[in-house]
């Protein structure tokens, strides 16, 4: 079988649109990867879940039954098997090469109840405990009887007989509501290098009935390590009953490391669904469709549906959900197509959501961060008061979970459980102050509870000091400064003695432009971000070290953090697209992070003849100065202006739009590494707002002003 990665210069169209909601397991896979995963899945039609309780199918790379059971429960899914008995106990993880698909087995259904490996419990963030209010959009299952959820029957001798049905996806492959049935990744790719969809049946790894949680279990943790256990702790004990249990666990896991690290070796993620032609493979292993391509493949999703009860018409809710927005109706699942306004009319459970958002952050589950960011930022961008389910519900990245938090939040005087238990969670108080530490991470702020065992800012000074990086010191001696948010006119001020300084150095030909929150309208920030630039190129190089030099100098900058003359060194190019797979993040400029300080204070001639070493008052700031050549002006302020999705968002936009890569130094095509100058088209721009809206035009975007990026 040709790879995958050499098929065609355009993959086959599949069809997923007959298939049911589909999770994709992150376990095995990069972020970059899952992404672009689920990206291909909802393009192609298919109903992408982030909740996994909404979910028949779960896709990932998994290849043993043990495996696919415990990354349900690690998910808080409890199931009994209910799996199809094959001569093989696991899915081959190398397939018959001369065969298009595996041969079917016979089949046989086996139902013994799993039973869970119990688990130190960790931090649990249970934002589903209003799934079973009256408006609770999961789907009623309790009349099924169990022979009607069995997903195959026993097949007579002429089917048998007659061999390998044609490969496609059958009824009997969908399974029942109240089913879950976990796929190897390998269908994706098999399909794709087929052209067509193959049976599903061929590839399935565990199918399970979904049961309620045993009283007696814990959730498993996840792959990242949150607690320390001692060897003991973990080590299967001993019984003298049963001298064989030890030497026969160990074997166990021996066996299940061997099959997993066979796993591993599989195809990469990108290959199951991006397929290329040999001409890209120098800018790397991802196809990148032409635009007429993706355009005739446009796929609308229907809006999640959610079942409306007698209890909305008791409380007097309209069955009638008001008229959606254009971006509502059209389908338009990025937050750079939409306005997202500060202060939007759902603001308190939107900051209810952040909340939720931000624990998920601090335990280390990524996906539920990304799906909560992608929830928050639709309801932002709602322009009406949200008043039943349904219409949450119809907005894109909102699934049942966001609906019944909301209910719950209207149903409770503006109270969600989930929120209360997360703001007297102990644990997460102490991870929330050690992330808010400039230089400290959610990694880092959890290494310092679990690891080290620190609880507050005193142990850290007292034990762990000197195995502090500079920024973190930093971080650490002026945490309670660092939290004072910016005024305004106190960021101008910062501005214009940054600018003072650079045109002291150049000329007046200097040019700036305040970004960030500051940009966007907020009456404050948390720091100062500049930018600036000059329209002779040659000005620019290295400039920002000299304007630091001087600050400093001045006493303006009390600490220089970071120095990154990233620009200069590839002498003020835009930044190339590497095939690596690697990130630069949302920006690769030059720039200074520097601590800031007004040297200025009343009485101060009074104070220092008072005394000569007496301390300057002024609370200290967080400044970042940041270089941009002319050319490329616009993709620098549109980098750094917009809220945290909208970013994140145009990024994806350029990518599966048009087959970019867009970053604050500029913009490249990803199949041939060309620069593309968006901003050149009719001669150099006159002004920074100029220069940013052919950013937007060479996009096909409508322009958004700043205030209209807030997307948190």
């Given at each position: ?178 089913t879950v049935k976990v796929i190897n990744l390998n269908w994706l790719d098999e399909s794709i290098s087929a052209g067509r969809l193959l049976s599903l049946q061929s590839y399935l790894v565990y199918e399970g009935r979904r049961i309620p949680r045993p009283e007696d279990e814990v959730t498993p943790t996840r792959t990242t390590k949150i607690t320390a256990l001692k060897l003991d702790q973990i ?12 030497p026969k666990a160990f074997k166990d896991i021996l066996e299940r490391a061997k099959l997993e690290a066979a796993s591993a070796n599989q195809k990469t993620g990108a290959s199951y669904y991006m397929p290329v032609a040999k001409a890209q493979k120098t800018f790397g292993s991802r196809y990148y469709p032409s635009p007429s391509h993706r355009s005739s493949q446009a796929v609308i999703r229907p ?248 600050l400093e100098a001045e006493g303006w900058i009390t600490h220089t953090l970071t120095l990154n003359l990233t620009t200069s060194k590839r002498d003020q190019k835009t930044l190339p697209f590497r095939n690596d797979g690697g990130g630069h993040g949302f920006d690769s400029l030059d720039k200074a992070l520097v601590v800031w300080q007004d040297i200025n204070w009343p009485n101060k001639e009074a ?106």
């Amino acid at each position: 079988m040709s790879s995958p990665s050499t098929v065609a210069d355009d993959p086959p169209r599949l069809d997923l649109r007959s298939l049911p909601p589909i999770y994709v397991l992150p376990s095995h896979l990069t972020t970059e990867a899952l992404h672009a995963l689920e990206d291909s899945l909802t393009d192609w039609g298919a109903r992408v879940s982030y909740d996994l309780d909404e979910a028949n199918l779960v896709i990932g790379k998994v290849g043993t039954k043990k495996r696919a059971e415990l990354d349900l429960r690690c998910r808080r899914l409890w199931t009994e098997d209910v799996t199809p008995r094959q001569k093989e106990t696991r899915l081959p993880i190398a397939l018959n090469q001369d065969l298009a698909e595996p041969l079917r087995k016979k089949r046989r259904i086996e139902r013994t109840p799993s039973r869970p490996n119990k688990t130190k419990a960790t931090v649990v963030i249970d934002d589903s405990s209003t799934e079973s209010g009256p408006e609770d959009v999961s789907k009623d299952t309790t009349n099924l009887q169990p022979q009607q959820c069995s997903s195959s029957s026993t097949e007579t001798e002429n089917e048998r007989a007659s061999g390998p049905p044609e490969p496609a996806v059958a009824v009997d492959d969908i399974g029942c509501r109240d089913t879950v049935k976990v796929i190897n990744l390998n269908w994706l790719d098999e399909s794709i290098s087929a052209g067509r969809l193959l049976s599903l049946q061929s590839y399935l790894v565990y199918e399970g009935r979904r049961i309620p949680r045993p009283e007696d279990e814990v959730t498993p943790t996840r792959t990242t390590k949150i607690t320390a256990l001692k060897l003991d702790q973990i080590a299967p004990k001993s019984d003298a009953k049963s001298p064989s249990m030890k030497p026969k666990a160990f074997k166990d896991i021996l066996e299940r490391a061997k099959l997993e690290a066979a796993s591993a070796n599989q195809k990469t993620g990108a290959s199951y669904y991006m397929p290329v032609a040999k001409a890209q493979k120098t800018f790397g292993s991802r196809y990148y469709p032409s635009p007429s391509h993706r355009s005739s493949q446009a796929v609308i999703r229907p809006p999640h549906l959610v079942h409306q009860t007698t209890s909305e018409h008791d409380e007097g809710v309209s069955s009638n959900i008001p008229e959606m927005p254009a971006w509502v109706k059209e389908g338009k699942k990025y937050a750079c197509e939409r306005i997202t306004l500060n202060h939007p009319p759902n603001e308190k459970f939107i900051s209810l959501l952040e909340k939720i958002k931000l624990a998920r952050l601090l335990t280390a589950d990524e996906i539920g961060v990304r799906a909560y960011s992608t929830s928050i930022a639709a309801l932002a961008a709602y322009p009406r008061t949200l008043t039943s389910t349904r219409e949450v519900a119809a907005l894109p990245g909102c699934d049942s979970k966001i609906s019944n938090l909301y209910r719950e939040w209207r149903d409770n005087d503006g109270h969600i459980q989930a929120v209360e238990a997360i703001e007297h969670d102990e644990v997460l108080t102490v991870l929330r102050l050690f992330w808010e530490i400039w230089g400290v991470g959610a990694t880092t702020a959890r290494e310092f509870y679990f690891d080290r065992g620190w609880r507050d800012l005193d142990d850290i000074v007292e034990h762990g000091w000197h195995s502090l990086h500079r920024v973190q010191q930093i971080g650490v001696k002026y945490y309670e400064e660092f939290q004072e948010r910016i005024p305004r006119h106190e960021v101008e001020f910062i501005a214009s003695k940054i600018v003072e300084h650079a045109r002291k150095l150049t000329n007046d030909g200097i040019e700036h432009c305040i970004v960030g929150g500051y940009r966007r309208g907020n009456k404050d920030c948390g720091d100062v971000d500049v930018i600036i630039s000059h329209r002779d190129e040659s000005l620019t190089l290295g400039l920002v070290k000299d304007i630091v030099a001087s600050l400093e100098a001045e006493g303006w900058i009390t600490h220089t953090l970071t120095l990154n003359l990233t620009t200069s060194k590839r002498d003020q190019k835009t930044l190339p697209f590497r095939n690596d797979g690697g990130g630069h993040g949302f920006d690769s400029l030059d720039k200074a992070l520097v601590v800031w300080q007004d040297i200025n204070w009343p009485n101060k001639e009074a104070d220092l003849t008072a005394n000569e070493k007496v301390k300057n008052p002024n609370i200290h700031r967080r400044v970042d100065i940041i270089i941009s050549p002319w050319r490329t002006a616009g993709c620098a302020i549109l980098g750094w202006s917009g809220g945290n999705t909208f970013e994140r968002d145009l990024r994806r936009y350029a990518k599966h739009k048009h087959g970019w890569k867009f970053d604050s130094s500029g913009v490249r095509d990803r199949a041939t590494g060309e620069v593309l100058d968006l901003e050149g088209r009719g001669g150099p721009s006159k002004t920074w707002g100029e220069a940013e809206k052919k950013v937007f035009q060479g996009f096909g975007l409508e322009f958004r002003e700043p205030w209209e990026r807030c997307t948190g």
